[in-house]
């Protein structure tokens, strides 16, 4: 479990093709003295598991079905990703549940710089616009934000990134016509499973 409250921007130093999927070599020496193997970590929002330790960098697996459906697959050497360690009892809720299970990809339609804050527009299959509601929470690759408008007809909700977020996550890296991972507010899910 997870909060969306990224903790350090990783680079991606080595992408290799196994038979499983992907190893990713990430460079994080900021959090690296807080991680052991076995420890749950959130790439991009997405939650895999460090399997070997080096000084300042740690490694993980993603299988071909994660591959497919979340952008890792898409990240090369030198890639930036928003890392978060898993919650602990004892730790601050500072943005919202996160599981760190994606649910799908969005596409970001706009970018708008608006005084000193940004929008970002992103635009999502149309099944998924029961989960975004307006002043709700939501998960962009792995960042805990609040949705600022949703368009239901055009399938776009949009969230408005402060200067603090904009440089303390992949944020500022974004462009246009680019997929990021996306995990809807795990409240809205259960309330849809209890309807069935």
């Not at 299970?101 to 940004?118: C, D, F, P, R, Y």
């Not at 970002?120 to 616009?129: A, G, I």
């Not at 949705?147 to 990134?161: E, L, M, P, Q």
């Amino acid at each position: 479990m997870f909060t969306g409250i990224i903790l350090e921007v990783g680079k991606i130093t080595s992408v290799k093709d196994i038979t499983e999927g992907k190893e990713f070599q990430i460079n994080c020496p900021k959090i690296i003295k807080e991680i052991q193997v076995k420890d749950s970590i959130a790439i991009n929002g997405t939650c895999l598991t460090a399997i070997e330790l080096k000084e300042d960098s740690f490694k993980a697996q993603a299988v071909h079905v994660t591959l497919d459906k979340t952008s890792l697959g898409s990240l090369k050497e030198n890639s930036s990703v928003n890392l978060e360690l898993a919650l602990r009892p004892i730790d601050r809720m500072g943005g919202h549940f996160v599981q760190g299970h994606v649910n799908t990809m969005a596409t970001i339609s706009e970018i708008e710089k608006i005084g000193s804050n940004w929008n970002f527009s992103f635009e999502v299959d149309q099944k998924y616009s029961k989960y975004i509601v307006k002043e709700g929470s939501i998960s962009i690759d792995g960042t805990s934000l609040t949705i600022s408008d949703h368009n239901a007809s055009k399938n776009v909700f949009k969230v408005t990134i402060i200067p603090h977020t904009l440089s303390n996550t992949i944020f500022g890296q974004y462009i246009e016509g680019q997929k990021v991972n996306i995990e809807f507010d795990m409240l809205f899910k259960y309330l849809e499973s209890l309807n069935h």
